[in-house]
């Protein structure tokens, strides 16, 4: 059984900056090998769509969107996944939320390769 949760976000102003962390409550054969874990986003009225991905490895991929700006990271344990948000757009306002897919060998961008999803955590940015 996999469950993963989230915190951090709240509401920020344009320009500013915030993190956000997920803990992964699984046994450890998931989180230690070929895991890619990611963090997604969806806006009202809008797709879900990827912001972050890293695989066990450490290879990151971004979205065009939040390169240069979004930070993803993971503990050694696989555990957890972070992302620091900086120069926050209100574009960057909408529900986050951290995936995990595990046994795979690298990670995909999308958000149906992923199995593991925690609740969401929201993100407000104002101008």
């Known amino acids: 059984q996999v469950m993963m949760v989230e915190s951090g976000g709240g509401s920020a102003q344009a320009g500013g900056s915030l993190s956000l962390s997920c803990e992964i409550h699984?046994?450890?054969?998931?989180?230690?090998?070929?895991?890619?874990l990611g963090w997604f986003r969806q806006a009202p009225g809008k797709e879900r769509e990827p912001v972050a991905t890293?695989?066990?490895?450490?290879?990151?991929t971004y979205a065009d969107s939040v390169k240069g700006r979004f930070t993803i990271s993971k503990d050694t344990t696989g555990t957890t996944v972070a992302l620091l948000m900086n120069r926050l757009e209100p574009e960057d306002t909408a529900m986050y939320y951290c995936?995990?897919?595990?046994?795979?060998?690298?990670?995909?961008?999308?958000?149906?390769?992923?199995?593991?999803w925690g609740q969401g955590t929201r993100v407000t940015v104002s101008s």
């Open positions: 995936a995990a897919d595990f046994f795979v060998s690298f990670c995909r961008f999308e958000p149906s390769a992923f199995a593991h």
């Open positions: 890293i695989y066990t490895s450490g290879t990151t």
């Open positions: 699984a046994d450890s054969v998931y989180t230690q090998w070929n895991a890619c």
